[in-house]
């Protein structure tokens, strides 16, 4: 069965499920072979050497893509270079990663100037998900490439064409929201923006498969698009769940792996990804789509005020010198 894309994006005001329905059936469609003309990425400026950055660089390199990692402190970089080279070491060693590591990072080079951009292909957006500083980011990016270069957003909940009108080229731009560790999880949602073009799509998507992940399309611009809307659901019911004395977050995250077969319970997750940006991540929601369901609750601005960030610092839900309680 060939796969369905609207030729318009369905982005609108929060409408009632009924009226959504209507407005979706009047859209006419079109067929996408989104498998078919695969088109072989070579050059990818990466913007941010954070854990999400220098993630998706590692993976790209792996894949045989040449990778400019920019970020403006260098101490970041050489971390994320490090980082890279480890992990490689540890996948080759074994057997996951054929290439040996020394190899796969001939293939990353790092800058603190965003004059390289203007030789990439594609370029991948992954610094803090702060809107504004994105929109700055891509607006300085526009005036360096040129206008055959497609720009993609590892946002994790910002709506695309919000990011897209700080640039020229809002066709020639869409989603890449990659998941963390992003050298182990397959996924990437491809999201289109109000005027994200058929091409960038199937050349997301092709971007994607390339580097061995499993893309699925996002087709309407909805803030926190597929995973986070689920998952943020979850992850906020579990924290005020604590917060009423209900359960703790080792029961919480116990009923979830036994009862529902998760692989990691909501808090556990949360503490993976980063408290701050699970934060950031329901500040962006609510900024775009005011919703109680996605609201950040107090338990966990509370964690992130007091410096319990998860695991990058040691502690959050969980103290992470210890094991994290299993069933």
């Not at 072989?40 to 990466?46: E, P």
Request: net charge negative.
């Amino acid at each position: 069965m060939p796969n369905l894309l609207l030729k318009r994006s369905l982005v609108c005001p929060r409408d009632s499920l009924i009226e959504n329905i209507l407005q979706f059936q009047k859209y006419e469609f079109m067929d996408l072979p989104l498998d078919s003309a695969e088109r072989t990425v070579r050059k990818l400026f990466i913007a941010g050497a954070g854990q999400m950055g220098s993630g998706i660089a590692q993976v790209a390199a792996t894949s045989g893509i040449d990778v400019t990692l920019f970020d403006v402190r260098q101490q970041s970089v050489q971390s994320a270079l490090e980082k890279m080279r480890w992990s490689l070491g540890k996948l080759h060693s074994k057997g996951i990663v054929a290439e040996p590591a020394d190899t796969i990072m001939s293939r990353v080079h790092s800058v603190s100037e965003l004059d390289d951009a203007a030789d990439a292909e594609i370029v991948i957006e992954a610094v803090s998900e702060v809107a504004s500083v994105k929109r700055d980011l891509f607006s300085r990016l526009d005036a360096i490439c040129p206008p055959t270069v497609l720009f993609a957003s590892n946002t994790s909940a910002i709506p695309i064409s919000h990011l897209a009108q700080a640039t020229t080229r809002e066709d020639r731009f869409c989603g890449m929201h990659f998941f963390n560790p992003v050298p182990m999880l397959q996924l990437v949602e491809v999201v289109r923006g109000r005027f994200t073009s058929d091409e960038t799509i199937r050349v997301a998507m092709s971007l994607a498969r390339q580097m061995g992940k499993e893309p699925v399309l996002v087709r309407r611009d909805m803030t926190g698009f597929i995973v986070n809307r689920v998952l943020g659901a979850a992850i906020g019911e579990a924290m005020r769940l604590i917060e009423s004395g209900l359960a703790d977050a080792a029961d919480i995250d116990k009923a979830m792996r036994l009862g529902c077969a998760w692989k990691m319970g909501p808090l556990e997750t949360a503490d993976l990804a980063g408290l701050d940006v699970v934060l950031h991540m329901y500040e962006a929601m609510q900024q775009s789509e005011p919703n109680p369901v996605l609201s950040p609750p107090e338990s966990l601005k509370q964690l992130v005020a007091e410096g319990r960030l998860g695991r990058k610092s040691g502690a959050g839900f969980y103290e992470h010198a210890k094991s994290v309680p299993r069933a």
